[in-house]
């Protein structure tokens, strides 16, 4: 993923951390930066089934989760699966479409299945849905429904690349698409085998708690008008775990969830109307949370 998204590799870790931890994630920055590259790289590492749709105003539900068409000769409906069955969906400025198209994604984010005219039918795992948006205050954007945000186990900015990077991109894109020379490096069965291997990576007492008082913080800080909610705080538990493993620990330091805390938590919150004067983001006030809240032992 590195030798496409160069100069950015907290960013690709976070992906990795999100995809180990059986969790979605949300790419925002404006355009041109890379953030639907960052998504194909994802899935052309792994040897496993992608599906892309781009999200437009028009964009119905049935387009997502599929529809039951009536087969003339068999005389009986049959059901026509949409892209959201593979097991990575790159869901591409998402936020062009309507939140009711939006909200189909809902149930199959959150329980992995996808109900249709009464019929329930499970999705494959490991099973991720990746979408890109551009900033809300853009043109033609729809703000995603806070329940579907608390659904995203991360959001991350691909960010500007260094000039450096920039150079080097000159370079590497202008024969071919970079995407062209990946070759997957893990199958599904490896990242099942991953995701195993990340459930049983330790969490002590304490960083538990830690976890805890940090998720609590949000919802009394008077920055913030609506808090994280009990799935964040899941979240972030299984995010650190993943975030340990890629570090070769079978252990979550405080560390991990300080370095996931924005990452994790900001994307659910929402300022007050004060903090809206002063401008903080609820990414700033994420960050003074973590600086004040007291870190436990760390052996």
């Known amino acids: 993923m590195e030798s496409v998204i160069e100069g950015k590799s907290e960013t690709v870790r976070i992906a990795l951390t999100v995809l180990l931890a059986e969790g979605h ?8 930066v890379g953030k639907t590259m960052l998504a194909k790289a994802l899935g052309r590492s792994v040897d496993c089934q992608v599906n ?20 003339q000769e068999l005389h009986e409906f049959q059901f026509q699966p949409g892209p959201v069955f593979a097991h990575i969906v790159l ?8 939140p009711k198209t939006q909200s189909a994604l809902l149930e199959c984010m959150e329980e992995g299945q996808v109900s249709v005219d009464g019929v329930t039918r ?17 043109e033609g954007t729809y703000p995603l429904p806070e329940a579907q945000r ?44 991953m995701i195993a291997e990340v459930r049983s990576i330790h969490v002590s007492p304490a960083v538990k ?9 949000t919802r009394t800080s008077s920055a913030l008008r609506l808090g994280a909610s009990p799935r964040a ?6 995010a650190a775990r993943a975030y340990a493993a890629l570090d070769n620990r079978g252990h979550v330091l405080p560390d991990d969830v300080q370095a996931l805390a924005v990452p994790v938590l900001a994307h659910r919150l929402l ?5 809206q004067q002063q401008q903080r983001l609820p990414e700033q006030v994420v960050s003074d949370l973590v600086s004040r809240l007291p870190v436990p032992d760390r052996r």
């Open 150 to 193: 608390d659904r995203f186990m991360a959001r991350i900015a691909v960010g500007y690349p260094s000039a450096q990077a920039e150079l080097d991109m000159i370079d590497s894109h202008s024969s071919q698409s970079p995407l062209e020379s990946i070759r997957p490096a893990a199958s599904t069965h490896d990242v099942q085998a």
């Open 233 to 238: 705080t899941l979240h972030l538990v299984r």
């Open 52 to 71: 892309r749709v781009q999200f437009t105003p028009d964009l119905l539900p049935s387009d997502i989760t599929g529809v039951s068409v009536y087969h």
């Open 209 to 217: 708690r830690y976890v805890v008082d940090l998720v609590a913080a």
């Open 122 to 138: 499970s999705l494959e795992r490991p099973f991720m849905v990746v979408a890109t948006q551009n900033p809300g205050d853009m």
């Open 25 to 32: 994630l949300l790419i925002e920055d404006v355009p041109g």
């Open 271 to 275: 300022p007050s109307p004060e903090a």
């Open 91 to 98: 869901g591409d400025e998402i936020n062009r479409a309507s």
